[in-house]
DNA sequence: TTGACTGCAAAAACTTTGCAACGTC
DNA sequence: GACGTTGCAAAGTTTTTGCAGTCAA
């Protein structure tokens, strides 16, 4: 693993565009990396290891979850793939093209995912102010939902 | 445990405040208790239920770990105690009266406190645009700080 | 006296690692 | 053919649970 840890999101569209991208980076497309692949490609939200290498509840064929484990991690040096977490349990991944950035009520766990450019004036007033580059894709923003407030 | 799941935070300042407020709630102040609620006023950061167990290096006695936990979770539902994510590694907890919030670098690790009406006029705008009441106290803005950026 | 609480032990939940066999380049 | 990668098993880390005994009210 000789790659870079942080790296532009890659906007994988299709199976073979992250396949050609492991491969420009000299790392090899294997049969279990495109089932992780087409496993994110297929959930339409961020998903736990263990759910990709259950397959999906039939979605994708089930696989190996240190392997998923493991690419996961591969993929995410790439900036093919990303990490959340959203709330307690296990940790999420989805494709690195969802650039969606979210906010989870602690009241009722709800998530919101909201577009890029509509948190960008919260983003410039935390940089104005701290200097600080604030992403909410990783680790969302947490709070109160309307409902619950 | 049939206490309410979300509570204002007591603001305790001290031990005993904090065994009244149990009392107070049919709860009991215990030895046990009694060390949890020391370890998070000897510590001036947030802490993990391992440290307090581990007696946070001498500065108060050691104890069950099982315990620790069952006893942030009962002190938690009281308001008494928050829990908190700061990036990787176990969870940790302060006094839920040490109402600082968080930004975490994830180039460099580095945790910046910040007192919470600095974070106010950021919360007014996801307020106005998502009906939504953020809080950075259990989960940290996640960014990039002014070096690493 | 009563039953909430403890400490220990065991297990659950999540993630990482070691290693021989395998498959991609 | 070389070696990056896999699948299985085992272990690591963090947190939860079961239970008989203990202690606060």
């Not at 087409?38 to 263990?50: G, I, K, N, Y």
């Not at 307690?88 to 950035?101: K, M, Q, T, V």
Request: one cysteine or more; charged letters at 25%.
């Amino acid at each position: 693993m000789t790659v870079a840890h942080t790296r532009p999101a890659l906007h994988v569209k299709s199976l073979g565009s992250a396949l050609r991208a492991l491969r420009e980076n000299g790392m090899r497309a294997s049969a279990a990396r495109r089932l992780v692949i087409e496993a994110l490609l297929a959930a339409d939200e961020p998903v736990s290891a263990e759910r990709i290498a259950g397959g999906l509840d039939g979605a994708v064929p089930r696989s190996d979850l240190a392997s998923v484990y493991r690419n996961l991690e591969t993929l995410g040096t790439l900036g093919l793939v990303r990490h959340l977490h959203l709330g307690h349990g296990p940790g999420l991944y989805e494709l690195a093209d969802g650039d969606r950035e979210f906010l989870v009520c602690e009241g009722c766990d709800a998530i919101r995912a909201v577009d890029p450019g509509e948190l960008d004036d919260v983003r410039a007033l935390l940089r104005e102010r701290f200097g600080f580059r604030a992403g909410f894709a990783h680790l969302p923003i947490a709070g109160l939902c309307e409902e619950c407030a």
